[in-house]
């Protein structure tokens, strides 16, 4: 039977399938009651056992900015892939300036041509994956129309008159509506957070709209706010995977970093706002001005990245044997 299964299969294995939660485990912090449900989506779809017509699966992902909503759909894909090269990301809001007429040449093509927009240079070079439709609430009406068409029957017709089929993609609308409730949820039960985010959704989507992805707590999931724990590990990695860069493009050796760095990080940012796409900026932005002005005062190069005690907010380079009663961690692999 197994071996049968398999065979339905033309991507993931099932043993890669089975592997999925746990890979995500590692990418994503502070999501860990959703990833199961999302998982599933993904796995079902991947052995064909969604409904025939339909796309493999959909999901609906409500959640503040920076949580991880794309981003999990983006790791998810490159370990399923072994690339992202199968994943389609479609920023709403940059379709929700232009007009209807605009919108759609975009996405879809001019009429008359050949052109087929960014859906046709994509789907002409995949016939599985995931479409994306990032911060879906800012969408143009008329994008509405094409993607009612992918939900209800797996298929889009281009402007170019070429017919897709898109029963073997993911359908995944991240969103961030009701960003607002996330700021006061500490009061809210989950029960009242769900009910507050369906008023939500019915005050910006038709019930119908909704109902085409699903459920909430199976197709429709939430993503939380990242606590300070989460952000202090997801500094770690930003931190442990950025500054080695600097060795071979700047020759500066930055071989770890001390804790005080990961506290002075998180008090630059408003993590109740931004999670972790503010804080990937926040570091990026400290490890520029640090190496910068290390090149620019012909300071050592050579060391670990500790706070200044003249000024916490900047950073410096000192040499290790100098670190002392201070808990480092090491960016050598």
Do not use: W
Not at 202 to 226: D, M, Q, Y
């Amino acid at each position: 039977m197994e071996n049968e299964l398999e065979n339905t299969l033309r991507g993931p294995s099932l043993e890669t399938l089975e592997k999925l939660e746990d890979f995500l485990q590692t990418r994503i912090m502070g999501q860990e009651k959703i990833l199961t449900p999302l998982c599933q989506c993904l796995k079902y779809g991947s052995f064909n056992l969604n409904t025939p017509g339909r796309p493999r699966g959909t999901l609906f992902l409500l959640g503040p900015t920076g949580v991880g909503k794309t981003e999990s759909i983006r790791s998810a894909v490159e370990f399923l892939y072994g690339s992202d090269r199968n994943f389609l990301r479609l920023d709403m809001s940059e379709f929700s300036r232009q007009a209807g007429e605009e919108a759609l040449t975009n996405l879809i093509g001019t009429p008359g041509s050949r052109d087929g927009g960014r859906m046709g240079a994509f789907l002409e070079q995949y016939d599985e994956g995931v479409i994306l439709y990032d911060e879906i609430e800012k969408s143009h009406p008329a994008i509405f129309t094409i993607l009612l068409q992918q939900l209800d029957a797996a298929r889009i017709t281009l402007s170019n008159n070429k017919t897709y089929d898109l029963s073997r993609f993911f359908i995944v609308a991240p969103s961030n509506l009701g960003a607002q409730i996330f700021q006061n949820m500490k009061h809210l039960s989950e029960r009242r957070l769900q009910k507050n985010l369906e008023m939500q959704l019915k005050n910006r989507f038709s019930p119908e709209f909704v109902a085409r992805f699903g459920k909430f707590g199976h197709e429709i999931l939430i993503f939380h706010p990242l606590e300070p724990e989460h952000l202090r590990l997801i500094a770690r990695k930003f931190y442990t995977l950025l500054l080695p860069q600097y060795k071979k493009t700047h020759n500066v050796d930055i071989q770890g970093f001390t804790a005080d760095v990961i506290e002075e990080t998180l008090r630059s940012i408003d993590n109740t706002r931004n999670g972790a796409r503010e804080l990937r900026s926040c570091i990026e932005r400290k490890i520029r001005e640090t190496v910068f002005e290390t090149i620019r005062q012909h300071l050592p190069s050579t060391g670990i990245l500790d706070v200044r005690q003249d000024a916490p907010e900047q950073f410096r380079i000192i040499p290790e044997t100098e670190i002392k009663e201070k808990e480092v961690i090491s960016c050598r692999s």
